[in-house]
């Protein structure tokens, strides 16, 4: 039998349904925020990757799924995408700040294992178009107060502050010196990085490598007064408003975007996919995407990671609603005339089924049963001959008859 590609998912109904009520809850709470929704295409010119991302990165020299001789990409991360959009339809034009979020799925190839997979779904949140810390502020606000409200507390925000551009260019040129005198004793993959991109070998796993890092310089040494000065506020703001945060001088993230305010809420729930979500300040790339100096922060948010962590909570998920009503029928006529009164039951919003395989009296009931149907309605030659319907409930056993014609007593009778 085929099967789905390794790395993918079926989100089937049950799944599909505890998602939505998540995605109610996200689009609730950023409406609160007046924040408003985008979608983008699921694949862009590969070019906006290399461009928005950046050419070393983990995401475009190794895990893209490009094809039409590598002009097009299937969206790895959706910031890029956004801004592009944010341009291309001059959105900078409706308001000075755009606030823009999404829920949408992405790829990437990379190993799958438990919390990571190569077609995945995130929502996330953009600011465009405010330096101001009360942005950050908002920005680490909005999945603070999500997962709060789904009852997760064991999380963590690290937070770092990568400099500006200046900042952080005299800094990697100190840390690569530092490096270069155990070039030697790094791994293949580091080694790479020092040329590449030495700040990435800060997130090195390996623990030689941790050691080697006990000595190199630290960022926050390299950062002048303005940016020191405005992260310490941003501190201060998030500790008035009980966020549980650590710096983390190392906190470095995977794609080259950003600068200044950095960011990650790891969960202890998660093993080592910890990461929830990740995000920071890419003040730069709408530049480099061809737009008018423009400062910008958002977050994204990996909604498996969620899941997981919503699981491993017991978190109680509100159930996929069962049938209010079962119309049992038997006979052609009495088919035909159900048909009334389904319509009328379901165009009023009430969850109404019938029989599609022709099954007799004794069976539609089991299934009626086995569907956990509030009502059932028997149908026949005789009912129809009389006019008069029985409307059984379900749990208590209770019959009531009611009279076909005047569906409004069926009505009432099931919505109250
Ligand atoms: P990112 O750190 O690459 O950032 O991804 C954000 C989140 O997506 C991660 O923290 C994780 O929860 C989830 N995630 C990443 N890769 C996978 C995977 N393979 N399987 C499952 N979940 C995954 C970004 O994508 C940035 N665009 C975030 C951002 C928005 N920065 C500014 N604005």
Known sequence: MLQKPKGTFDILPDE????????????????????????????ESTEL???????????????????????????????????????????????PVKKLFYISNLFRAERPQKGRYREFWQFGA????????????????????????????????KINNIGNTEERTEYVSDLKTYLL?????????????????????LDTKIEKEKDILVNAPLIKNY?????????????????????????????VRGLDYYSQT??????????????????????????LLGGK??????????????????????????KQKNPDIYIITSGEAAKLYSLNITNDLRSNG????????????????????????????????NELSSGIVKLKKMDTGNETDVELNKIEKIKELITN
Do not use: H, W
């Open 262 to 287: 950095t960011f990650e809420f790891q969960s202890t729930k998660l093993g080592s996919q910890n990461a929830i979500l990740g995000g920071g300040r890419y003040d730069k790339l709408i530049e």
């Open 16 to 43: 599909l349904y505890k998602r939505n009520f998540i995605y109610n809850l996200i689009r609730e709470t950023l409406s609160s925020f007046n924040f408003k929704e985008i979608l983008t295409p699921v694949f």
């Open 223 to 251: 950062l002048k007064a303005e940016t020191k000065e405005k992260f310490e506020k941003l501190l201060n703001i998030l500790q008035k408003l009980n966020v549980n945060f650590e710096q983390d001088d190392k906190l």
């Open 350 to 381: 009430i969850i109404t089924e019938t029989d599609l395989l022709n099954r007799s009296i004794k069976s539609q009931m089991k299934e009626a049963d086995r569907l956990k149907s509030k009502f059932v309605l028997i149908l026949g030659d």
């Open 49 to 95: 990757f290399k461009r928005g991302i950046g050419e070393e990165t983990d995401i475009v020299s190794k895990e893209m799924y490009s094809f039409n001789e590598d002009k097009f990409t299937l969206r790895p991360e959706l910031t890029a995408p956004v801004i592009r959009a944010y341009l291309e339809n001059s959105l900078y034009n409706e308001s």
């Open 126 to 157: 953009e600011i465009i178009g405010s330096d101001d810390i009360l942005s950050d502020a908002e920005i680490i606000l909005i999945p603070d107060l999500i997962l709060k409200k789904l009852g997760i507390n064991d999380f963590v925000v």
């Open 293 to 318: 100096p423009t400062p910008a922060i958002g977050f994204a948010m990996g909604i498996e990671r969620l899941l997981i962590i919503l699981e491993e909570n017991n978190f109680t998920f509100p």
């Open 181 to 201: 005198k155990f070039e030697n004793e790094l791994s293949e993959t580091s080694k790479i990085r020092l040329y590449k991109n030495p700040l990435r070998i």
